[in-house]
């Protein structure tokens, strides 16, 4: 079993440095137009873990056997996973964009500045912040919509795309902190530490507040000359000019799938039932919608479960790092440990450490919130945000510095809030 640990963590370094070179292959798939195809698969950031865990399972078969290697795989959970790929689907479906649209645009009106600039702020604050409702990845796919018109598109600087993204990411990850069943390494330490939204909201919610209204305006003001010749209000993607208005019972309908999944998002069985209706309801009236993400929502999918496959064994190294940490250091160890694994992840495996103190609690979770924005693995929803933003930057694809970069400023805003 030691040897498949070893393959393992050699594989998920790979994996890692992988990550970081998805723009490489894109731009050698520019140079090599006859491989082009293996090399733009290659430089899908949401392939690169899902690629790796295959490797991994073909080594543990190798090694151990293939009746070993089935057992590990069918042995990891994938409701996570399954969970961000219908959420995904769902909150990006016309009737819903069109009613969270509606609802920015309405209060980017009565705002005391142009409309533009108020609905980037409520895209890169409000959204974020209802996550704590509707869950951290239907708030990345519902911010990342709206943004993709507003900001990331021709005319905006590079350099001021990757500190928006950095921001959406960092405040996505702390903004589900108000309650605790929206972020997914609160949730993964909720009912074994008894922490319930009251005790999330007394100690992370304030604090979380602070950090993303910081990071929001402050972003805001910066792109703030870049958007004055946007429309006021971005169409819903896919939405052809013309296109039939959504009746209210419609919203409504497609309001109550997305409160459904969310209710029993720990039960794939529900909230896959309600899936496969809502698929049948869009069918039934397709001339209210526009094209579902599938593709994009099922490499998001892909990526996650891969993540999950990978990281199932790590715990071997990682745990004693993380239990031989004062509270203090834990924190930075987190915040640190989180840029190269699930913020999930990390938390789980600190659950599992024996009689650690309530400041060390407090300290890795806040560690591992903050950090959440650093790269694409940190937090669940940000290959999400991945798949739904990158064709607004040059090669369309999101080079893993240039995020780490643009999410360092608000990272250590979020920092210094939970160290208040």
């Not at 963590?9 to 490489?24: C, E, G, I, N």
């Not at 195809?37 to 190798?62: D, R």
């Not at 397709?286 to 479960?305: N, S, T």
């Not at 938390?347 to 309530?358: K, P, R």
Request: with cysteine; proline share 5%; glycine share 10%.
């Amino acid at each position: 079993m030691h040897t498949i640990e070893v393959v393992a963590a050699a594989l998920f370094a790979l994996a890692l440095v992988h990550t970081f070179s998805t723009k490489y292959f894109e731009r050698l798939a520019h140079r090599h137009p006859r491989h082009a195809g293996l090399l733009h698969l290659l430089g899908e950031v949401e392939v690169v873990f899902g690629f790796w865990a295959a490797v991994l399972v073909l080594a543990m078969a190798a090694i151990g056997g293939g009746a070993q290697a089935i057992a590990y795989a069918e042995s990891r959970q994938y409701a996570e996973p399954l969970f961000v790929f219908v959420i995904m689907v769902v909150a990006a479906s016309r009737p819903v964009v069109d009613f969270i649209q509606a609802l920015v645009a309405a209060i980017a009106g009565a705002a005391p500045v142009r409309t533009v600039v108020a609905q980037v702020w409520l895209c890169l604050a409000l959204v974020p912040l209802i996550g704590s409702l509707i869950t951290e990845p239907a708030a990345m796919t519902l911010a990342a919509l709206m943004l993709g018109a507003l900001v990331f598109r021709p005319g905006i600087p590079e350099r001021l795309k990757y500190g928006a993204l950095g921001v959406l990411f960092v405040n996505i990850s702390v903004g589900g902190t108000l309650t605790s069943f929206a972020a997914p390494p609160v949730l993964m330490v909720a009912s074994t530490w008894n922490w319930d939204s009251a005790f999330m909201l007394a100690h992370f919610g304030w604090r979380a507040v602070i950090a993303v209204l910081i990071n929001a305006t402050v972003m805001t003001l910066v792109l703030r000359r870049h958007l004055l010749d946007l429309p006021a209000a971005a169409a819903p993607v896919g939405v052809e000019a013309g296109a039939a208005r959504v009746p209210g019972i419609v919203i409504l309908i497609h309001l109550a799938f997305l409160a459904g999944v969310v209710a029993f998002a720990h039960h794939p069985v529900i909230f896959l039932g309600l899936f496969l209706l809502f698929l049948g309801f869009t069918q039934a009236y397709a001339r209210y919608q526009a094209p579902l993400i599938l593709k994009e929502a099922l490499l998001v999918g892909f990526f996650l479960a891969g993540l999950v496959v990978l990281g199932g064994l790590q715990q071997w190294w990682l745990q004693p790092i993380v239990s031989s940490l004062q509270p203090t250091a834990l924190f930075f160890g987190a915040l640190g440990l989180t840029a190269i694994t699930d913020n999930a992840a990390l938390t789980y495996l600190g659950s599992l450490i024996a009689g650690i103190s309530d400041p060390a609690k407090y300290m890795l979770v806040a560690g591992a919130v903050a950090g959440g924005g650093l790269t694409v693995i940190a937090n669940a929803p940000n290959p999400a945000g991945i798949a739904l933003l990158r064709r607004g930057f040059n090669d369309e694809s999101i080079g893993a510095g240039g995020l780490l970069l643009g999410a360092a400023l608000p990272t250590a805003v979020a920092a210094a809030m939970f160290l208040v």
